[in-house]
């Protein structure tokens, strides 16, 4: 049997960020979705996307028949068994939303899928489903707890040295390498886990839950609050409250950032802010690429929302509920509009298209000073994504 993560009907309300991933790749607590998958299925897990994504994410092509999973469903024990049990023909449905949670095909109906050919079977266990740029850090914390568990299970933490102030022992986890000095780290509401080789630099206080992973730094000094996943190959400082950082990003310096979600290759100038929440205290809204339109977040707390190689200048202050497309160049005085679109050069008092060669050109040389080099298949990516923001632009 194959499994596939798809592409479900929520996608697009997931732009900016899935304009250079499937939704699969969305990382939420300690794992993406597809890793959570794959630890719980034990066996590789494969993708179903956008075509011009698919290269990179490819599809399964073998004569085995196909268990279809919407790739924004947070897999648990309970969801993994009922998926697990579907039999060919069967399709799983989230009774509370009328939602497809997965469905079971023949090798030899793939291509001509009907979704009136299938055995409905429901499903009425509680269900975490990632549909919204803002449920990515609004569920963080639970799935934090969630993956904390899993991995650690059954497993032997290393220790870190006694310059270090720990509370709630029992509940943090060391990865083999991972090293700090003179730090607090406060397990005693929420797991901890520090990944292979992450470094804590002196002073830095840490509050769980909180993750961050493989080759990961906290800098001195740093504030770093509750419900904060830091991925591979990050460096922060400052402040930083429900953060999600995707992974390979930097918010090296002072300032705050709350209730937000960084993408890859992002960086964040010295003393930039974001306000995570209004004056008023009402409810935030966040531009919807999809919609065309500012949609409720169902929350009061909602910071930025930073896609993929996006990048800001020293003192740079974002509003409440902002969103910033993939490859942006942000710099000068004052509050930048609450959306910038992908591929835009400058502040606010005034925008322009960022020349796509150029653009590439330090996308290959952030890349670089971390030993990666871009592929073929990412340029391609971004070039799309260029292409599609002018298209929309034109149509507007």
Known sequence: MNYILFDGKNRDNLLPLTYTRPVCELRVGIMTVRQKWERYLNCRVYT????????????????????FIDGGMLADRDLVSAVKSLQTGQMLVWAEKEQIIAMCVDRNQYGKINQEDFHIKEYTGKVSYVNSLASIFLLNESEL??????????RQS???????????SENIFVEQGAEAEFAIIDASSGPVYIGRDCKIAAGAIIKGPFAMLDGSQVKMGSRIYDATTIGPHCKVGGEVENVVFLGYANKAHEGFFGNSVIGHWCNIGADSNCSNLKNTYQ??????IAKNKFVPTGTIFCGTIMADHSKCGINTMFNTGTVIGVNCNLFGAGLHRNYVPSFSWGGASGMQVYDIEKALQVARTVQLRRNIEMTQQDEDILRYVYNQTLKTDTEK
């Open 48 to 67: 179903m996307t956008e075509d011009y994504l698919s290269a990179k994410y490819p599809m399964c092509h073998t004569d085995e028949d196909m268990v």
């Open 145 to 154: 707890k969630k993956d904390f568990e899993l991995i650690t299970a059954g």
């Open 158 to 168: 290393y220790r870190l040295n006694e310059s270090n102030r720990l509370v709630g």
């Open 283 to 288: 409810e935030v809204k966040l531009w919807s």
